[in-house]
């Protein structure tokens, strides 16, 4: 029989932690105790290159990595040429060449 009250009928109370949350709260629990003290014991037994990989994978529990992105420098290079552009213009100055902004225009002006 279908349920058309709108009203909950069974199941779990507000607030009661499903199982599979409630294994992880066990789970937390032990390592929080017992776990912790065993974990410091197995890394104490490690030495060099598998003592920073261990850290260096527990860390992406604590603190997820950065993706990567790739860099672009034209955008900056064509911004500073527009720039440079307006400003002649403002000023009543010429472009010395046509080849754009040079490496001594920016470091001369």
Do not use: C, H
């Given at each position: 029989?279908?349920?058309?009250?709108?009203?909950?009928?069974?199941?779990?109370?507000?607030?009661?932690?499903?199982?599979?949350?409630?294994?992880?709260?066990?789970?937390?629990?032990?390592?929080?105790?017992?776990?912790?003290?065993?974990?410091?014991?197995?890394?104490?037994?490690?030495?060099?290159?598998?003592?920073?990989?261990?850290?260096?994978?527990?860390?992406?529990?604590?603190?997820?990595?950065?993706?990567?992105?790739?860099?672009?420098?034209?955008?900056?290079?064509?911004?500073?040429?527009?720039?440079?552009?307006?400003?002649r213009g403002i000023a009543g100055i010429k472009p010395k060449s046509?080849?754009?902004?040079?490496?001594?225009?920016?470091?001369?002006?």
């Amino acid at each position: 029989m279908a349920n058309t009250t709108g009203k909950k009928w069974g199941g779990r109370q507000k607030g009661t932690p499903n199982k599979r949350t409630e294994q992880w709260n066990i789970f937390a629990e032990w390592m929080m105790s017992d776990g912790l003290v065993r974990l410091k014991d197995e890394m104490d037994k490690l030495n060099g290159r598998e003592y920073v990989n261990t850290v260096k994978d527990l860390m992406e529990y604590f603190q997820p990595k950065l993706s990567r992105i790739e860099q672009d420098n034209n955008y900056k290079t064509d911004n500073i040429e527009k720039l440079y552009t307006i400003l002649r213009g403002i000023a009543g100055i010429k472009p010395k060449s046509d080849q754009g902004v040079g490496e001594d225009d920016v470091q001369g002006q």
